[in-house]
């Protein structure tokens, strides 16, 4: 029943969307957490900055923005991401992509971590002379960031899944690989139902793992 | 919103679902029974997004060579063109279009080979394609196959054509696929890209468009052979009936007509019309 599935790389397409899974995932960490900083600062700039990206960019397409890239970026624009050959481009260019608009998710779990912290603890830190950086360094995002693990689980599994939006680009992942089994097998249920399970996989002891990490982790009030 | 306006959008919402399954309800007995026999209707499957096969224009009405070749069969089979209701068969969901029922036939650049002659029964073949190359007019450097191994080509996501490149044709190009041909196109134009490839006749319904004449021109290499046949159910009755109506199309010149029509425009230097049931490998 299965032996239509020899001669395709599965494992190869599955380890390049672990690939663009992780990369992204701390990309968009790392910006999203850049934003909720911005979004709660007191430089107004900032603030306006940080409601307006989280604004346009969560209700931008994912599909849109991912083909963006490599037509308005790439070919229009000429910003190769520093690759020569298209494997390379293609799959920084859908890095960039999802990370722009996983920060935008994940600006928003990380902003409502901060709002878990009671104010009390922000005028104290102040009192004693810290600035907004090191509060916000010292105090805040430490607490905010062991609330908000269980919506950010949330964000990661999203994250899994749209990495196939990367085929549209030819972005060489699992979700490519199921529309060339398709193509070649008219098998479309069986082939379908593999790379569900395979997805599974991936996502399944993400939200376990991640779950019981929130429980332990949580800051009890 | 107050409790009143809440049973209204309730009965609002209620209508609208009831209504939405009466309509798919109509939808089911109008298109499955209809094999022929005392049901005038009858339903065929094409591609809606390429230019000289199958093309669903802005005004509703159809173009291309597939719906030349499928308006002829329904004419043979004893249907007016009016009578024939056009679904969209996308490439991935043909085989199961045809199990279910939903269609008749489909005349959708449906390459016959083993895997899907398992699932469906192919008549014809009615056209011999080639997958090509369609690049910049005025690009001079390609001029054999094996020109485009340190090119830069592009083609659809997962499709045959881009497979073959990987594969068979030139394993050293640098492949782009996109989601569709348009994209690719945008690539051509600007550059980016050097060469489009996929079957001939959907590379010579592109080039033929009103806004990319004179622009692109066809490699004519011949990287692999596609026999587009007409997809029916298998077993029905259907195949024979439709290879004696392609039969007759050539016969008479339509054939020959239908496809100066639809491909003239690119220099596209067709194939003599494939002998029934002669599958070129």
Known sequence: MFDFLEGYDLLGAFWVTVQLTVISAIGSLIWGTLLAAMRVSPVPLMRGFGTAYVNVVRNIPLTVIIVFTSLGLFQTLGVSMGAKDFTTI?????????????????????????????????????????????????????????????????????????????????????????REMIENEAQLILISVIFAVGFICLTLPTGLLLGRLSKKVAVKR | MNPRKLTKAGVAAAAALALSFSVAGCGDDGGGGGTGGDNEKITVGIKF?????????????????????????AKELGHDPGDIEWKEAKSADRETMLQRGDVDFITASYSINDERAEKVDFAGPYLLAHQDVLIRADDNSITKP??????????????????????????????????GYSECLTGLENGVI?????????????????????????????????????????GSELKAQINTALEKMVADGSWEQAVKKNFGPAGYKNEPPPKIGEIVR
């Open chain 1, 90 to 178: 293609n799959f920084r260019l859908a890095v960039l992509g999802l990370i722009a608009y996983t920060a935008a998710f994940v600006c928003e779990a990380v902003r409502s971590g901060i709002n878990t912290v009671p104010v009390g603890q922000v005028e104290a830190a102040r009192a004693i002379g810290l600035d907004f950086p090191q509060v916000l360094r010292l105090i805040v995002l430490p607490q905010a960031f062991r609330s908000v693990v269980g919506p950010l689980a949330n964000v990661l599994i999203a994250l899994t899944k749209n990495t196939t939006v990367a085929a549209a680009i030819g972005v060489g992942e699992a979700a490519l690989l199921m």
């Open chain 2, 146 to 179: 094996s020109d485009l191994n340190n090119k830069k080509l592009c083609s659809v996501t997962g499709s045959t054509s881009a497979q073959n490149i990987k594969t068979k044709v030139a394993p050293e190009a640098q492949l782009q696929e996109y989601g």
């Open chain 2, 49 to 73: 997004d390429q230019p000289g096969l199958g093309l669903k224009t802005p005004d509703g009405t159809y173009t291309g060579f597939d719906v030349d070749v499928a308006t002829y069969v």
């Open chain 2, 194 to 234: 050097d060469a489009l490839t996929t079957d001939d006749s959907i590379l010579a319904g592109y080039a033929a468009q009103e806004e990319f004449k004179g622009k692109f021109k066809l490699g004519g290499f011949k990287l692999s052979n596609e026999n587009y046949g007409i997809g029916v159910q298998k």
